[in-house]
């Protein structure tokens, strides 16, 4: 019954509380707020938006990292061209660079393979399992509690799985205060259907990254595939079309300034209940720090791989993930800096602790809980830059592939149940597509570029704060000699199988004792370390499975906190379906400057320079110049290309489907304005914006530079 009441409370608050179109809402939420929703714009039922088995939540899907939607009845799915990237790499090559020229496949027999491991998940079920997960665990603390919830989600996970046709995860909400069991059919056979050119996917590039006015075609096309028999089964060439049981219209119409519209995806990751001292730590030290390696990190890459070469296709993908997260975290420094969210975190924390106070029963009940919190942050913090750079070494592709295969073989000696996560054998499908995307992700002088910065690095931290065993491999006792261990690496490189996929999948299905006996000297070094690494894991489980006590009763106070000030509580943003909605709008970003919600093919036009990476078609160019705009102007004087609203999201979100009251496809979430990334931290109305591909944009290319008829064809186009 306390859970029902918890989120009764949470609707409550926000009904009261309409000044900012603020929180990622869970679909069974969305009923007790259709009156603000109608109020918007809305148009269909709420309580369509609430049940997952009927449209239009039924047509959206996640990729494991990104959004996407069904937009035809053949299994045709689309998203963003980042979300795509990928796949889109790992089918470039310097003979047939699609990265660079684009792919349409003009039937479905000619559709690309999608990189291996790539799945299409359709969220069937969500149930609340909390009292099934917390049962038995109040007497427990730290790693005791860790392992018996973990035991209990993964028993959950197993009975959910018993049909190998779904994927199934528990999932945490509120810091651990609930628990829910998603269910979602996963589709395993996805392949690439279209994608534009890089001038028109990834125009502007890394420059206009978060940055408005924006003009980019940021979308792609996949096509699910399932057996026959209409299960979902792994490639096959036998393998039709998914026939969803519902899909999205496409709007031709689109939107306008002050329309309401409604973004329904799988966001990542929020860190808005977090405490002072952690928004501190984070970013006063760890986002500088992280920016910093990451930067060097991306300019190995391109020193090590010229532009051109098959080994800078191989890692374009990386690069690209690499930068979005450098200008992610700078933005959020900078955001940081000017902002007052540190100080109203601390004097929200006085408040919650002045109210808590103020009463007997809520003193006995949560007078303890921040101090407590406030602890475990602080131990988890200790050894964050030693693991830090020992994490950077380990991100080596031959590192990480020989701990993943020697840390597999550990855990096949157990019984699946007992297994560490990531490890089961519902994992060995995901592991074995990472062996496999190595080989077209990989570049031998690169990965061992990285390597030896990283390790100089890690052994300029004082020798207290190594580990000895990670030294030793390394043969760092004595300290970093750039020659000695540029010789130890050509070695290590030179005497090393895991550059062959044949070698990676062979070592796959090795016995721990046969894997011992292994000469290959990445897979000694995983062994030498394997116990001090499981030491440390093993720790982080310990204070883990304190905070698993902590943090829910500060969030079960900070709900009835909010509930007596009428502020807004949802969930953080936790990879699970959320729905958030609002108004097209600019946005003022500094004093004196007012922008505007839509960019036009004209501004497109403008900013080209025939240079990477404003360097459009020239086909494009050549329609833009004689203003061949088609049906898909939607009442405008152009084609509109991207546009803004003030919907709430975050990473994940990318590829969701925007739409309008009608719930057709109007645009295509793909990024959010540079002052509102630190938007994952703090919400704020004036600035939180994020940016769409406009749906007559996608339409426009498609039909008047790409000529992909026949996928439009297959669409549902609402003029």
């Not at 998603?182 to 996917?201: C, F, H």
């Not at 502020?567 to 379906?577: F, W």
Request: one cysteine or more.
């Amino acid at each position: 019954m306390r859970i029902k009441a918890i989120s009764a409370a949470m609707v409550l608050a926000f009904s009261q509380y309409v000044a900012a179109d603020e929180g990622m809402w869970q679909p069974h939420q969305l009923p007790e707020l259709e009156s603000i929703l109608k109020s918007k714009g809305l148009e269909i039922d709420a309580k369509s938006i609430s049940k997952l088995t009927e449209f239009p939540m039924n047509a959206v899907l996640s990729l494991g990292g990104c959004t996407a939607s069904f937009v035809s009845p053949k299994g045709l799915v689309v998203t963003n061209h980042h979300c795509a990237y990928g796949s889109i790499q790992y089918n470039s090559t310097t003979d047939n660079n699609i990265l660079e020229n684009g792919f349409l496949a003009k039937q479905p027999s000619e559709d690309l393979p999608a990189a291996p491991g790539s799945r299409v998940y359709v969220t069937k079920e969500v149930s609340n399992v909390t009292d099934k997960v917390n049962a038995g665990t109040d007497s427990l603390t730290g790693k005791a509690r860790f392992d018996a919830i973990d035991s209990k989600r993964k028993q959950l996970v197993a009975e959910c799985e018993q049909d190998e046709s779904y994927r199934c995860n528990v999932y945490t909400f509120h810091g651990g205060l609930e628990y829910y069991l998603i269910k979602s059919l996963e589709i395993k056979d996805v392949r690439l259907a279209y994608t534009p050119a890089m001038g028109v996917g990834k125009y502007g590039g890394d420059i206009d990254n978060w940055m408005w006015p924006r003009h980019t075609g940021d979308f792609a096309f996949y096509r699910a595939y399932v057996g026959k028999d209409g299960k979902p089964a792994e490639f096959s060439k036998d393998n039709v079309p998914y026939n969803p049981e519902s899909f999205l219209s496409v709007s031709a119409k689109g939107v306008q300034e002050g329309d309401f519209v409604m973004v329904t995806g799988y966001p990542g990751r929020t860190n808005r209940y977090r405490i002072a001292s952690e928004v501190d730590y984070v970013f006063n030290t760890v986002y500088p720090m992280v920016r910093k390696h990451n930067s060097k990190y991306v300019a190995l890459i391109e020193e090590n791989a010229p532009e051109g070469s098959q080994a800078r296709i191989a890692y374009e993908s990386t690069i690209a993930g690499y930068n979005n997260y450098i200008k992610n975290f700078g933005s959020m420094i900078e955001s940081f800096k000017k902002g007052s969210m540190y100080n109203r975190k601390q004097q929200f924390e006085r408040d919650l602790s002045a109210w808590i106070n103020a009463d007997a029963d809520r003193k006995a009940k949560y007078g303890a809980v921040l101090n407590e919190l406030s602890e475990l942050v602080a131990q988890s913090q200790a050894h964050y830059e030693r693991d830090m750079m020992v994490g950077y070494i380990h991100r080596s592709q031959m590192m990480s592939t020989a701990r993943k295969l020697y840390r597999l073989a550990v855990e096949k000696q157990k019984p699946d149940a007992e297994r560490e996560s990531g490890y089961q054998e519902r994992d060995m499908p995901k592991i074995k597509a990472g062996l496999q995307r190595m080989t077209r992700r990989y570049d031998e002088t690169v990965d061992k570029a990285i390597m030896l910065y990283f390790m100089e690095l890690y052994a300029a931290l004082p020798k207290e704060a190594r580990l000895a065993e990670v030294d030793k491999q390394l043969q760092l006792e004595s300290g970093f000699n750039k020659a000695k261990h540029q010789a130890l690496l050509d070695e290590m490189y030179a005497n090393s199988k895991l550059a062959d996929e044949k070698a990676r999948l062979w070592m796959l299905d090795l016995e721990l004792e046969q894997l011992n006996q292994s000469s290959d000297p990445f897979i000694q070094y995983a062994k030498a370390i394997f116990a001090v690494m499981k030491q440390i894991e093993d720790e982080e489980k310990e204070l883990a499975g304190k905070q698993q006590s902590a943090r829910p009763a500060l969030m079960e106070a900070i709900i009835a906190y909010n509930k007596s000030q009428n502020k807004p509580v949802y969930a953080d943003a936790n990879s699970t379906l959320r729905v958030t909605y609002g108004t097209v709008g600019g946005y003022s970003p500094q004093d004196g400057l007012v922008a505007t919600p839509f960019t036009s093919l004209e501004g497109l036009l403008a900013k080209n320079t025939d240079v990477e990476p404003f360097n459009a078609p020239k086909k494009q160019q050549q329609l833009i110049r004689e203003k061949v705009y088609g049906q898909y102007t939607g009442g405008m004087n152009t084609v509109p290309v991207n546009f803004l609203s003030n919907v709430d999201t975050t990473g994940g979100n990318s590829g969701s489907p925007t739409l309008n009251g009608k719930a057709e496809l109007v645009g295509l979430l793909f990024d959010g304005v540079y002052e509102s990334i630190i938007g994952d931290w703090d919400y704020d109305k004036n600035l939180n914006r994020s940016i769409h591909v406009d749906s007559r944009y996608m339409l426009w290319v498609m039909d008047k530079v790409d000529n992909a008829q026949n996928l439009l064809d297959e669409m549902k186009i609402v003029k």
